[in-house]
């Protein structure tokens, strides 16, 4: 036992249990870095929380954004195109579309061509 004794991490918890009775004899030997996994494992997990909470925050500011641009393009023409849209801000239609369809503040009223954008408010 003194040399198990000498083992960094090793604490009276963790100190091997012995077991016997008429038929079997068990010797249970603890996981002496258990505590200092355990420890690390907690800082990974704050760690990655953090990052994928400062992303989502980040993509949601982004998207944020782009709507609120999106909006002023057609206060100022209620008549722009998508395509148009994207190339102002400088982004794909796709992601225009994508941001239109994630809100229900934009509306296209009527056909195609003779068409026009309204915003709920």
């Not at 760690?47 to 982004?62: E, F």
């Not at 992601?95 to 503040?105: A, D, L, S, V």
Request: charged fraction near 30%; include cysteine; charge should be negative.
């Amino acid at each position: 036992m003194p040399d198990y004794q000498e083992q960094p991490n090793y604490s009276e918890e963790k100190k091997p249990l012995f077991e016997a009775d008429n038929d079997d004899f068990v010797l249970t030997l603890f996981n002496m870095n258990y505590e200092m996994q355990a420890n690390c494992v907690g800082q990974n997990v704050g760690q990655d929380v953090g990052q994928d909470v400062g992303q989502d925050v980040g993509q949601d500011v982004g998207q944020a954004k782009y709507l609120s641009e999106i909006i002023q393009l057609i206060r100022e023409n209620n008549k722009i195109t998508k395509a148009t849209i994207a190339k102002e801000l400088g982004v794909s239609e796709k992601t225009i579309e994508r941001e239109m369809k994630k809100t229900n503040k934009i509306v296209y009223i009527g056909s195609g061509y003779s068409g026009h954008w309204e915003i709920k408010e």
